[in-house]
C-alpha cells in the first residue's frame, strides 16, 4: 500500500481532496489523480489523461510550469 496516492491520502486527510492538485503522467499516479484534482501532462499515457481532471501542455512545453503559473495569478 505504499503508493503516491495512500500516502497523500493520509497525509492530507483533513482536506477536500479536490481541493489539492497533482501532476502525473504515468500507470502510478492514476489513482493519485483521480483521488485528488489532476492534471495530467500532454504527453501522459492515455490511463492517466483518462481520470485527469484537466490536461496541461506536454512537458517538453514545460506543461507542469506553465499550469503551476497559471494557478498561481
Known amino acids: 500500500k505504499a503508493t503516491k496516492a495512500n500516502a497523500l491520502k493520509q497525509i492530507l486527510k483533513k482536506y477536500d481532496p479536490k481541493s489539492i492538485f497533482c501532476f502525473g503522467d504515468d500507470l502510478m499516479d492514476v ?13 501522459a499515457l492515455k490511463e492517466v489523461k483518462a481520470v485527469a481532471t484537466e490536461i496541461t501542455l506536454s512537458n517538453k512545453e514545460e506543461g507542469f510550469a506553465h499550469r503551476v503559473e497559471q494557478l498561481l495569478n
Open 31 to 43: 489513482d493519485m489523480l483521480d483521488h485528488f484534482y489532476g492534471i495530467a501532462v500532454a504527453n
